[in-house]
Each structure stands twice: as structure tokens, then as C-alpha cells.
């Protein structure tokens, strides 16, 4: 029997999302998400796609990834579909932080796994649990192949003008102190969906993407190859997140530091835990933040006003990194799903030859799904929503590596 199939693994801080895909069709047979580890009601969602089933639900407690996954594996297990069956070609993991290391996807062994390990320190959110995801599949099946597809792989190609930051040279290189970028998966997949949206060839497209999730980054995309990322030795620089900051002057750490009396350790946990829209007004949801808005809650709009504003300055900084745009592409939970963010973000951006068809941004059903052009016709520049695909795009890297295939076309 021939595998044909991937198991995608999507580990984030507190989170795991699980997708299993048949590689010959591309057609999802399971999908789930386990949420909250680590609280005492963890929550387990399991999609049986393959046979229609009922999607189950499990609340217990998962005390940590490991127990995570081994549930999730034990619902894969009772639709018939275990990490064991023969079909199972293999498994790709999302992986954070790759550093320079890792320019493509890579077959797991020991010393890829150090590596990973190595670089914890700079995606202390992300690379420990990413690990835990691989070492916990290798314990359930030996034998499989385990791919790492690495968020920071796409933003390679940044020139050194982009990727550097001006501080000393030496003291720089000896820390690996650079700009890698994350996300990247989503900023490839997205920006080649937008070429296709188009009817162009990624070759010939210029596009800014905006993937604003829960985490949130943009990225200057010329001809299909990364120039230009708004995040940076982490995944806190940029724009404002749900929790994390984005940019702030670097002496607002000193300060804290001298003056708040408070430890290196705080200011990591404040900035990346405690600031963006849930510092700003309590909610990182952005559907609470605009139910809020409409009943006239001040620090609610501050929050948006905040938000927005940076996005507006990273379109304006990466038209001028592209020279030429072709397209704004929205993508990830919010860029997908809010139709005032994506109309605030382009507003009054003519100048730039942006602009927003109000009936198209706020379509719902079934002209809201899949990649669409929310931009009137004629304008200059393309707006877009395209919708994001990590696990199909992690899937096509791992099967390409494990089969000696092409990647991509994706459809
Ligand atoms: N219908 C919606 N309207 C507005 N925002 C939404 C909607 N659905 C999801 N979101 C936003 O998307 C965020 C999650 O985005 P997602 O890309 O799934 O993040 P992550 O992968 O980082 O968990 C939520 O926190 C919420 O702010
Ligand atoms: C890198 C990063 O920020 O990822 P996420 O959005 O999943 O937190
Ligand atoms: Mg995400």
C-alpha cells in the first residue's frame, strides 16, 4: 500500500491544531484542536471529515503538549486513522523559529532537534512546544519520517539591508542578533494565492501581505520572494498583536527596568503577555473590541485606533520598500474575518491607489469564502482577502520532502 497521507501538527503556546490530509486529492480526513493546555478544563475538538461524522468534544485536563497530542492521536486512533496506519506517509510539524539554519524544510534527527533547541530562547512561546510535538510523535511511531517546516524559512531571502539592524557589527554576529521574520508559511502560501487571484505569475506580482491573527505580521513580497518583514529576532516586533506589543523604543525596557524596578523576566512577560489589545483595553478578540465599540467603550476604540494605525504605517513603508505593489492581501483570523479592520487599514489611501468596495469588503456567505478581490474595479492597486492555508502548505513541504516530489503547484 502506498502512503499518501500527511499528519500536520500545528503546536503554538497553548494550543495544538491537527489536520490529517490525503495527499492524492488534498482532501482533509480529520481535523482538530486542542485548547488551553495546561488549565484545568482543557478542551478537545475532533472533526471526523472523512466519514461525516459528528465532531466530538472532550474537556478535561491536558496538563502539557505531550498529553495534548496523545489525545488527539487516541481520537485519529478510534476513527481508524492512528499515527500507525500504513498510509500515513508522514508527519510535518510547524516549527517557529528556524534562525538562519534552516532554509527549507527539513527530515527531523538529533541534530535538527538541537538546533530547534538551541533556539528556544528567541521563540520561548513557540519552539518548546513545537519540540514537544516532534519528540511525543517519534515515541508513538518510531519509524515515521518527521518534517520541520520552519515560520522563518520564506523570509531567508531578505537582503542584508532588511534583515540587519544598526547596532554593532561584532556584538551582533556573535548572538545571531538579526531579523529572521515568522509567519512564513502563511506569507508564501498567501502571497502565491494572490498572484493566482489575479491570473498573474508569482514571478511578476509584487504584494504586501497582512496576516493578522492573534500573532500579526506583514511582509513586502516582490516576484514570490520575501524583501521585507515587520517581525523581527522574535516574534514581537511589528504590529500591535492580541498580547504583544509590536514596536516599541527599545529604552522603554531600560526604563522599566531602572526606574519600574522591574526584572528582565517582567518586561519580556509584560511585553509579550500583557501589552497589544489586551493591554490596551482588556479584550484581544476583535469581535469583543468591535461589540464594544458599537456601545461607545472609549478604550475599546483607543485599542482599534492603535492597531489600525500601525498597520496603516507598514502599508505605507513597504510601498516604498516595493516600489510597485500590485496587491494588499488580508489574511488569518482577523484579516479574514473583519471586514471594519481591513476598511479602516485602506482608508483614504487613494494617494496610494488603495481603496475599498464597501459592498464587496462586508460580503458574507458564500461570496465570502475563499480568495477574493474587495478593491473596486480599476483600482490601481488590488485589495484582497485570501483566506490562509498553513496546514495544506506544511502538508505539500513534508510529502514534497518525504516523496522527492514538487512541492508546489498548489490548486
Ligand atoms: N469573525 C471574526 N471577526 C473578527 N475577528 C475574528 C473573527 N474570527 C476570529 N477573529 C480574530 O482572529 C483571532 C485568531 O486568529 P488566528 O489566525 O486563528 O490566530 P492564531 O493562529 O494566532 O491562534 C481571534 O483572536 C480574533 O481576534
Ligand atoms: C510566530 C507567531 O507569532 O505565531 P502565532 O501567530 O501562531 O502566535
Ligand atoms: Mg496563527
Given at each position: 500500500m502506498t502512503a499518501t497521507r500527511v499528519l500536520v501538527l500545528n503546536s503554538g503556546s497553548s494550543s495544538v491544531k491537527y489536520q490529517l490530509l490525503e495527499m492524492t486529492d488534498e482532501s482533509r480526513l480529520a481535523a482538530g484542536l486542542v485548547e488551553r493546555i495546561g488549565e484545568r478544563q482543557s478542551r478537545l475538538t475532533h472533526t471526523p471529515l472523512a466519514t461525516g461524522g459528528e465532531r466530538r468534544e472532550r474537556v478535561e485536563e491536558f496538563a502539557d503538549h505531550e498529553a495534548a497530542l496523545r489525545a488527539a492521536a487516541e481520537e485519529l486512533e478510534a476513527d481508524g486513522?492512528?499515527?500507525?496506519?500504513?498510509?500515513?506517509a508522514a508527519i510535518g510539524h510547524r516549527v517557529v523559529h528556524g534562525g538562519r539554519s534552516f532554509t527549507r524544510p527539513t527530515l527531523v534527527d538529533d541534530d535538527v532537534l538541537a538546533e530547534i533547541r538551541r533556539l528556544v530562547p528567541v521563540a520561548p512561546l513557540h519552539n518548546p512546544a513545537n519540540l514537544t510535538g516532534i519528540t511525543t510523535a517519534q515515541v508513538l511511531n518510531p519509524g515515521l519520517p518527521q518534517v520541520a517546516v520552519f515560520d522563518t524559512t520564506f523570509h531567508t531571502t531578505m537582503p542584508e539591508h532588511a534583515a540587519r539592524y544598526a547596532i554593532d557589527v561584532e556584538t551582533a554576529d556573535a548572538h545571531r542578533v538579526r531579523r529572521y521574520g515568522f509567519h512564513g508559511t502563511s506569507h508564501a502560501y498567501v502571497s502565491r494565492r494572490t498572484a493566482e487571484l489575479l491570473g498573474a505569475d508569482p514571478a511578476d506580482v509584487n504584494v504586501i501581505v497582512l496576516h493578522l491573527g492573534n500573532g500579526a505580521s506583514v511582509s513586502a513580497v516582490r516576484g514570490g520572494r520575501c524583501v521585507d518583514t515587520s517581525m523581527g529576532l522574535t516574534p514581537l516586533e511589528g504590529l500591535v498583536m492580541g498580547t504583544r506589543s509590536g514596536?516599541?523604543?527599545?529604552?522603554v525596557v531600560f526604563h522599566l527596568v531602572r526606574v519600574a524596578g522591574m526584572t528582565v523576566d517582567e518586561v519580556d512577560e509584560l511585553l509579550n503577555k500583557r501589552s497589544g489589545l489586551v493591554g490596551l483595553c482588556g479584550d484581544n478578540d476583535m469581535r469583543e473590541i468591535r461589540r464594544r465599540i458599537e456601545e461607545g467603550d472609549e478604550r475599546a476604540r483607543l485599542a482599534f485606533d492603535i492597531y489600525i494605525h500601525r498597520i496603516r504605517k507598514y502599508i505605507g513603508a513597504y510601498c516604498a520598500v516595493l516600489g510597485r505593489v500590485d496587491a494588499v492581501a488580508f489574511t488569518a483570523g482577523v484579516g479574514e474575518n473583519s471586514p471594519p479592520v481591513r476598511e479602516a487599514a485602506l482608508a483614504g489611501l487613494e494617494g496610494l491607489g488603495l481603496a475599498v468596495d464597501p459592498a464587496a469588503n462586508a460580503a458574507e456567505g458564500?461570496?465570502?469564502?475563499g480568495p477574493r478581490l474587495i478593491s473596486?474595479?480599476?483600482?490601481?492597486v488590488a485589495a484582497a482577502v485570501v483566506p490562509t492555508d498553513e496546514e495544506l502548505e506544511i502538508a505539500h513541504q513534508t510529502y514534497a520532502l518525504v516523496t522527492g516530489a514538487d512541492a508546489h503547484r498548489t490548486a
Open positions: 486513522l492512528g499515527l500507525d496506519a500504513p498510509e500515513l514596536d516599541v523604543d527599545p529604552a458564500p461570496a465570502a469564502e473596486p474595479r480599476g483600482a490601481r
